[in-house]
């Protein structure tokens, strides 16, 4: 059973950083995307981040671009969300998930318990 588990969230100052990882287990990498999404209070989930892992695009939706990154090590199972400059509005419970490939991550299979990210003004 494939399990995917988050670590590394927590309570940061706005306009400092978070790594953020997923470590996944019985996942194949390659012919597949992850990526990361995240669901404040009252908002709906969305994308964050989407690593499409046959060619390693990288998608991210305009609030986003330029302020965190998406990487993976294949070897070691486990990609990662690096987020600087973090604002207020990028508090969220924050989700590891992987599927079919996708440059959008848009039909994800798998999901992670989800981690809290909260920022501080």
């Known amino acids: 059973e494939v399990q995917l588990v988050e670590s590394g969230g927590g309570l940061v100052q706005a306009g400092k950083s978070l790594r953020l990882s997923c470590t996944a287990s019985e996942f194949t990498f390659e012919r597949a995307a992850i990526g990361w999404f995240r669901r404040a209070p009252g908002k709906e989930r969305e994308v964050v981040s989407c690593?499409?892992?046959?060619?390693?695009?990288?998608y991210y939706p305009p609030s986003i671009e330029g302020r965190f990154t998406i990487s993976s090590d294949n070897a070691k199972n486990s990609v990662y969300l690096q987020m600087n400059n973090l604002k207020p509005e990028d508090t969220a419970e924050y989700y590891c998930a992987a599927g079919p490939l996708s440059y959008y991550c848009t039909h994800m299979t798998y999901w992670g318990q989800g981690i809290q990210v909260t920022v501080s003004s």
């Open positions: 690593l499409s892992l046959d060619d390693g695009h990288t």
